[in-house]
């Protein structure tokens, strides 16, 4: 692989992790309700979760699974399976806090959180057929292993240190007083936007 067209792989890498979604509706949720630690660990088994996407695609499984429609079916209902249980779950997590029992109902471990982290992005199968589309630009008969190592690596670190900053940022003192003061409405928000990415993604 070439200079240039690493460089290429980076910038669509860049745009992917930067898209508003549920990767990022998680990441604001774990920061407001459990901290920057939580954030980050879910930050990373989140991009962990992308890096056996880009693994499987390099070796052809993601485009496997994207020809078998039942298998495509299957993964598409386990993952809006799990968007709509953590969107009913933030939902819930907002009326603990109105009875004043939020740190109870909203606390989770660090473990969860990065459960959480790594199921958005394993749970999704879009997210193969995002890497059928951007590898094979790059991917040919020759590549060397190192350059199929790179592939699967370029994404992972992009969006390991992209959510690492949103988590950083939102982590910022005031930033994170304004958060958990509005938590209610953090978990509201985040919790419409899963459920309605979970109905969106079995009526697409």
């Known amino acids: 692989m070439t200079f240039i067209a690493w460089l290429s792989l980076v910038l669509i890498c860049c745009l992917g992790a930067m898209s508003p979604g549920p990767s990022l509706a998680l990441?604001?949720?774990?920061?407001?309700?459990?901290?920057?630690?939580?954030?980050?660990?879910?930050?990373w088994c989140h991009a962990f979760g992308i890096g056996l996407w880009a693994f499987?695609?390099?070796f052809g499984l993601a485009l496997v699974?994207?020809?078998?429609?039942?298998l495509f079916q299957m993964i598409t209902?386990?993952?809006?399976?799990?968007?709509?249980?953590?969107?009913v779950q933030a939902i819930r997590a907002t009326a603990g806090n109105a009875e004043g029992t939020a740190q109870k109902t909203q606390q989770i471990s660090v473990f969860r959180a990065g459960v959480e982290g790594a199921m958005i992005s394993v749970l999704n199968p879009k997210t193969a057929i995002f890497f059928i589309a951007i590898f094979s630009q790059f991917i040919s008969a020759d590549a060397?292993?190192?350059?199929q190592a790179i592939m699967v690596?370029?994404?992972?670190?992009?969006?390991g240190l992209w959510y690492t900053l949103v988590s950083l940022v939102l982590a910022k003192g005031p930033i994170l007083n304004w958060l958990k003061e509005k938590?209610?409405?953090?978990?509201?928000?985040?919790?419409?936007?899963?459920?309605?990415?979970?109905?969106?993604?079995?009526?697409?």
């Open 27 to 43: 990441v604001l949720k774990q920061t407001a309700n459990n901290g920057k630690t939580h954030a980050i660990v879910a930050s």
């Open 56 to 58: 499987a695609c390099i």
């Open 65 to 70: 699974i994207a020809e078998s429609k039942l």
């Open 77 to 87: 209902w386990a993952g809006a399976a799990y968007l709509l249980y953590i969107g």
């Open 144 to 147: 060397s292993v190192l350059d």
């Open 153 to 159: 690596a370029t994404p992972v670190v992009i969006d």
């Open 183 to 204: 938590s209610q409405w953090v978990n509201r928000i985040s919790g419409t936007i899963f459920i309605l990415l979970a109905i969106r993604v079995v009526t697409f």
